[in-house]
């Protein structure tokens, strides 16, 4: 992997070492393997859904979590051998697995379903009023809230 030299950043930029420990976290969540598999959906302009592929999972065998903006969705369950099943194939897997996703800031966690072995958890970037955009008209008085 390729390493990048931020010292630019921190001459020319305020308050760059956010954007600093969001690369690192970014490199730090890239060395993750890629089970389970999961597709990261657009509904909307500020509404996404993560599905996940959790096929022999049942709700109570997932945990999701939100730690200040990381959304880490875990599963496991007890790994007892059934010595009565013998398999001749065995493609699905059912290990244990953790999953992280850095959230962009302002996005929050709607909702979580599992259903037919996908687990679906929706969000959405909900922008402050302080943040949106506004026109000020020409010759008018700005008065802020205290």
Partial sequence: MRTIDLSPLYR???GSDHLASIIDAAARN???NTYPPYNIELLEDDKYRITMAVAGFARENVII?????TLIISGSKEQTPDES???LHKGISERNFERKFQL????????ADL???LLHVDLERVVP?????????IGSQVIENK
């Fill in 115 to 117: 259903e037919n072995g």
């Fill in 104 to 111: 962009g800031d302002n996005v929050k966690v709607l909702t």
């Fill in 65 to 69: 979590e939100v730690v200040e903006n």
């Fill in 30 to 32: 890239e060395k993750q």
């Fill in 12 to 14: 020319s930029f305020i």
């Fill in 85 to 87: 099943r013998k398999f």
């Fill in 129 to 137: 009023e302080a943040k949106k955009p506004r026109r000020i008209e």
